[in-house]
């Protein structure tokens, strides 16, 4: 029996599962008729067109549409972006299966998959909060061969919202890659239960790591609540060599209003136009705050 849709059959078949995408109040309405209109569409549809089905699926019909998600992302003949969508829904709907046994099976089981892809989409869809089942296999895969593998499974460990992985990842600023590191880095700040640790990690990676990841140190630090104990160290970096990271520190202690007026007109006379622009910034929204009523 044929798999091919005929022309006139998909277009209604299309027709009806954009009338649902647009009204997505009908999809509640109408839920035993149109999860599988939608279903069908998803095979059918455009790329455009089928990611706003797998939204619309991801909402309103988790069960049902956990297979066909698992489906596209382990196929290598779909697209790439939606093969990377289908596993982030899986792991925004996985929680709310009535049973994410049998997914979490499967998904276990392709980290051991030698297809790098394969593995690194598996990652992405076991990082749900409270998947600490998955702690181990991921933390496993901080140390694989491959380094896109490493640092997905830094934001997937982030994700399962477990602290304990912070100890685990200071002794990775250490030995890691570069990527991991910076993987790293862009994730540690969400622990706020930890947040005085994860400051002195950033603080030390400032003193003694590598001068590559300063600026990503520096972005970061500002999402450290107890933003004014980090005054000190902006101020260390006002003199550094490398122009972004003395405009970055001037836009932090502009912030924190921790400059001096003659300290910002100072910084007009920079080499750099991206240091001037800072200091400009500082100016202007200052003035702005004055005018204020």
């Known amino acids: 029996m044929s798999s091919v849709i005929p022309f006139d059959s998909r277009q209604r078949l299309l027709e ?25 569409a998803l095979k059918a549809a455009d790329l455009d067109f089928r990611r706003k089905i797998i939204l619309l699926l991801g909402s309103f019909a988790k069960e049902q549409a956990c297979q066909p998600l698992y489906d596209i992302m382990k196929d290598p003949s779909e697209p790439d972006e939606l093969r990377d969508q289908a596993a ?26 030698p ?14 909060e409270g998947n600490l089942a998955a702690a181990l296999p991921l933390i496993e895969c901080l140390f694989d061969r491959n ?13 399962l919202k477990d602290s304990h992985v912070v100890d ?13 590191k910076r993987a790293i880095l862009f994730n540690l700040w969400r622990f706020r239960d930890r947040e005085e640790e994860v400051a002195a990690i950033y603080r030390r990676e400032l003193e003694q790591g590598d001068a590559a990841l300063r600026i990503d140190v520096l972005l970061v630090l500002g999402q450290i609540t107890a933003q004014e104990n980090n005054t000190p160290i902006y101020r260390e970096f006002l003199k550094d060599p490398n122009p972004r990271i003395r405009a970055l520190a001037i836009e932090r202690l502009g912030e924190l209003d921790a400059l001096s007026q003659e300290e910002i007109l100072s910084f007009l006379d920079d080499t750099d136009m991206e240091v001037k622009r800072a200091a400009l910034d500082i100016i202007q929204n200052s003035g702005a705050d004055r005018n204020q009523p």
């Open 88 to 113: 982030i829904h899986l792991c925004v709907l996985a929680p709310f299966l009535e049973d994410s046994q049998a997914l979490m099976l499967k998904l276990l089981n392709d980290l051991k998959n």
């Open 115 to 128: 297809d790098t892809d394969i593995r690194v989409r598996a990652i992405m869809a076991l990082g749900w």
């Open 16 to 40: 009806q599962a954009r009338n649902y995408v647009d009204d997505p109040g009908r999809v509640l309405s109408e839920r035993e008729k149109a999860v599988p209109v939608l279903l069908k």
């Open 147 to 159: 380094e896109e593998v490493q640092e997905v499974a830094v934001n997937a460990l982030c994700n």
């Open 168 to 180: 685990l990842f200071e002794d990775r600023m250490k030995h890691g890659s570069l990527d991991q």
